[in-house]
C-alpha cells in the first residue's frame, strides 16, 4: 500500500506538464490502472505516453485531458484514492467525461496467488470479484457524487488471449456482472459501460507480445469505442 501511495504522489506531481488542451472547454479526467496510463507504450514509463487512449480521446473531441492512472492500481486503491485523495477529488469536480478503467489487478493478483492459469478456481476468484464489483460500484457512487460528468466505466479484456479458455467463467462472470451493475445505476447516475472484452474478443494483436498491456492499435481501438458515447 505506501508503494502504491508513493507512486501516486510522484505521479501528482507531475501531473500539470501532461495536461492536454489546457484551454478547453471539456475536460476528461482518465482513473484506473495501467491500461488508460499506456504502460509499456514507452521504454521508460515515466509519464502516461500521448498514444494512451485517454489523449487520443482528448485530441479526437479537443478536450483537455487529465490522466491520473496508476499501474498496479487495484480497484480497492481506486476506491480509496477517489474518496480522500484531494487531486483526485478536485480534477473529479472539473471533469465533464470520466473514465474508469480497473479490475484487471484484481483478476491478476488472484492468478498469480494461484500459480498460475492453470491453477485458477472460481471459488477462489469468486470473493475477488464480489469485491471487485462492489468497489466499483461504490467508486461509481462517489464520483457521482462530485461531478454532472458522464462516467464512462470499463469492463474487462482477456489479458491471456493465448490462454483459450481457462479465463473464460471468471471473465464473463465479471463482465456480466459490470453489465448489470451499470443497468442499475443508470437508473439514477449518468453511467455508460464500454465494452472492452467485445472488441478485444479474437483480436490478439491488440496486446503486446508477451504482456498483457495494449499496442498503440488496442489503445486506438480503447479510443474509438468510447468517442461513440460522448455525444449521446
Given at each position: 500500500?505506501?508503494?502504491?501511495?508513493?507512486l501516486?504522489?510522484?505521479?501528482i506531481?507531475?501531473?500539470?506538464?501532461?495536461?492536454?488542451?489546457?484551454?478547453?472547454?471539456?475536460?476528461?479526467?482518465?482513473?484506473?490502472?495501467?491500461?488508460?496510463?499506456?504502460?509499456?507504450?514507452?521504454?521508460?514509463?515515466?509519464?502516461?505516453?500521448?498514444?494512451?487512449?485517454?489523449?487520443?480521446?482528448?485530441?479526437?473531441?479537443?478536450?483537455?485531458?487529465?490522466?491520473?492512472?496508476i499501474?498496479?492500481?487495484?480497484?480497492?486503491?481506486?476506491?480509496?484514492?477517489?474518496?480522500?485523495?484531494?487531486?483526485?477529488?478536485?480534477?473529479?469536480?472539473?471533469?465533464?467525461?470520466v473514465?474508469?478503467?480497473?479490475?484487471?489487478?484484481?483478476?491478476?493478483?488472484?492468478?498469480?496467488k494461484n500459480?498460475?492459469?492453470?491453477?485458477?478456481?472460481?471459488?477462489?476468484?469468486?470473493?475477488?470479484?464480489?469485491?471487485?464489483?462492489?468497489?466499483?460500484?461504490?467508486?461509481?457512487?462517489?464520483?457521482?457524487?462530485?461531478?454532472?460528468?458522464?462516467?464512462?466505466?470499463?469492463?474487462?479484456?482477456?489479458?491471456?488471449?493465448?490462454?483459450?479458455?481457462?479465463?473464460?467463467?471468471?471473465?464473463?462472470?465479471?463482465?456480466?456482472?459490470y453489465?448489470?451493475?451499470?443497468?442499475?445505476?443508470?437508473?439514477?447516475?449518468?453511467?455508460?459501460?464500454?465494452?472492452?472484452?467485445?472488441?478485444?474478443?479474437?483480436?490478439?494483436?491488440?496486446?503486446?507480445?508477451?504482456?498483457?498491456?495494449?499496442?498503440?492499435?488496442?489503445?486506438?481501438?480503447?479510443?474509438?469505442?468510447?468517442?461513440?458515447h460522448?455525444?449521446?
Amino acid at each position: 500500500m505506501k508503494k502504491i501511495w508513493m507512486l501516486m504522489i510522484v505521479f501528482i506531481i507531475s501531473v500539470a506538464p501532461m495536461q492536454a488542451h489546457a484551454f478547453n472547454e471539456k475536460r476528461l479526467v482518465a482513473i484506473g490502472d495501467s491500461i488508460p496510463y499506456g504502460y509499456n507504450l514507452t521504454k521508460e514509463n515515466k509519464n502516461p505516453p500521448k498514444e494512451s487512449f485517454p489523449y487520443l480521446i482528448g485530441m479526437e473531441k479537443d478536450m483537455e485531458v487529465t490522466n491520473l492512472s496508476i499501474p498496479g492500481l487495484t480497484s480497492a486503491q481506486l476506491l480509496m484514492a477517489v474518496r480522500s485523495n484531494k487531486i483526485f477529488r478536485e480534477s473529479l469536480k472539473e471533469a465533464d467525461y470520466v473514465i474508469v478503467y480497473i479490475g484487471g489487478n484484481d483478476l491478476l493478483n488472484v492468478v498469480k496467488k494461484n500459480g498460475g492459469l492453470d491453477g485458477l478456481k472460481m471459488e477462489e476468484a469468486a470473493p475477488v470479484i464480489r469485491d471487485l464489483i462492489y468497489n466499483v460500484y461504490s467508486t461509481i457512487l462517489e464520483i457521482d457524487e462530485l461531478t454532472d460528468g458522464k462516467i464512462l466505466v470499463y469492463n474487462i479484456y482477456n489479458p491471456y488471449p493465448a490462454a483459450g479458455d481457462k479465463l473464460s467463467t471468471p471473465l464473463a462472470y465479471i463482465n456480466q456482472q459490470y453489465a448489470s451493475l451499470i443497468q442499475l445505476l443508470k437508473h439514477f447516475a449518468s453511467v455508460t459501460l464500454i465494452n472492452a472484452y467485445k472488441a478485444y474478443h479474437d483480436h490478439p494483436e491488440y496486446i503486446i507480445k508477451g504482456d498483457v498491456h495494449p499496442t498503440e492499435k488496442g489503445q486506438r481501438i480503447l479510443a474509438e469505442i468510447t468517442l461513440k458515447h460522448l455525444d449521446e
